[in-house]
């Protein structure tokens, strides 16, 4: 199986700066998919950036311009660059990882999520 740990999260002021890491662990030959998803209190969870295993990345329109999502392949991990963070940008973040690898024939069945990581934007 695989486990995800996130951290970086915290209380930052407004136009402040965060970095968030996750590191996936277990039995890991690749990763296809890495992303981050955030959900505020009473709101649906909702994509915040992806980055495929070729480099490319998805920003949600929200946060354009101001996040920056990148990993390092050889040590499993996702990392999301958080400048001129807003209020809104409060939420739980999520680490999520697709088309895990677990040698070079066969995937795990499974998409996996970490435990959730709060941030918490102060006007």
């Known amino acids: 199986q695989v486990q995800l740990v996130e951290s970086g999260g915290g209380l930052v002021q407004a136009g402040g700066s965060l970095r968030l890491s996750c590191e996936a662990s277990g039995r890991i030959f690749s990763i296809d998919a890495m992303g981050w998803y955030r959900q505020a209190p009473g709101k649906q969870r909702e994509l915040v950036a992806t980055?495929?295993?070729?480099?490319?990345?998805n920003y949600a329109d929200p946060v354009k311009g101001r996040f920056t999502i990148s990993r390092d392949n050889a040590k499993n991990t996702v990392y999301l660059q958080m400048n001129s963070l807003k209020p809104e940008d409060t939420a739980v973040y999520y680490c999520h990882v697709d088309g895990v690898r677990r040698n070079s024939l066969f995937y795990y069945p499974n998409d996996y999520w970490g435990q959730g990581t709060q941030v918490t934007v102060s006007s």
């Open positions: 980055i495929a295993g070729s480099g490319g990345t």
